[in-house]
């Protein structure tokens, strides 16, 4: 049991439509990281976030946009999605800031777009 | 910036078989590595990582890892296989000093035949 949990586990939207992921953090983390993984891939960086603020950002577009609030849960949103946004969305909290720690990862939000 | 290479797509062995998955990586400045495992519908759940110190990397599930800097790899490896390792495996790299950005190769699926 990691302690990070997504939400919802599974989703389906229209093309051009727009999502919000939700993920809340373990315990005691501060830094929350958003991964796309397509199927047959393996998991790319979208964007962190470390105490409320966005730090850091893959090669996402814009219409990929995230928060990270007080208690250090975090959303995702998309905004005019496309067919190719079809992908398990992760989470991984960590406690964050300069060095490695251990990411610990949710189950993943499985997106299909139409 | 890093990149990770696994050399193998999917890996079948038999059961109680040793096995060997292995991982190249790229890197202008010194990483940590790391290697995770995918179970079918699940998140990601570390195996194990290199910070520093001894090149050999025991983690869980009787899994160890030999990191060679001279040959940049990482690989995977398990003397006796059982049905239960059946599982996508990815490594992972992320520069040192850094926060936890990983950058992922593609993985390698490793089936474990009776």
């Known amino acids: 049991e990691t302690g990070v949990t997504q939400s919802p586990t599974h989703l389906i939207k229209t093309r051009g439509q727009q999502v919000t992921l939700r993920c809340s953090s373990q315990s005691g983390h501060n830094t929350v990281s958003w991964y796309q993984q397509a199927l047959g891939q393996g998991p790319q960086f979208i964007f962190q976030y470390y105490r409320e603020e966005e730090n850091g950002r893959g090669n996402f577009p814009p219409r990929f946009s995230g928060l990270q609030f007080p208690n250090y849960s975090s959303e995702l949103n998309v905004n005019a999605l496309e067919l190719d946004d079809s992908a398990l969305y992760l989470c991984a909290s960590s406690s964050g800031g300069v060095g490695a720690t251990e990411a610990f990862f949710g189950q993943g939000t499985r997106l299909t777009v139409v | 910036a890093q990149s990770v290479t696994q050399l193998d797509s999917q890996v079948p062995v038999f059961e109680e078989a040793p096995v060997e998955l292995r991982c190249n990586y790229s890197?202008?400045?010194?990483?940590?590595l790391f290697w995770y495992v995918q179970y079918p519908n699940q998140g990601l759940q570390l195996l194990l990582k290199y910070l520093s110190g001894s090149t050999l990397v025991k983690g869980i599930n009787g899994f160890e890892a030999e990191f060679n800097k001279s040959q940049t790899s990482f690989h995977l490896r398990k003397p006796s296989v059982h049905i239960s390792d059946t599982a996508e495996y990815f490594c992972?790299?992320?520069?040192?000093?850094?926060?936890?950005?990983?950058?992922f190769g593609k993985g390698t699926k490793l089936t474990v035949n009776p």
């Open positions: 890197s202008s400045v010194s990483v940590y």
């Open positions: 992972a790299v992320n520069p040192q000093g850094g926060s936890e950005k990983l950058v």
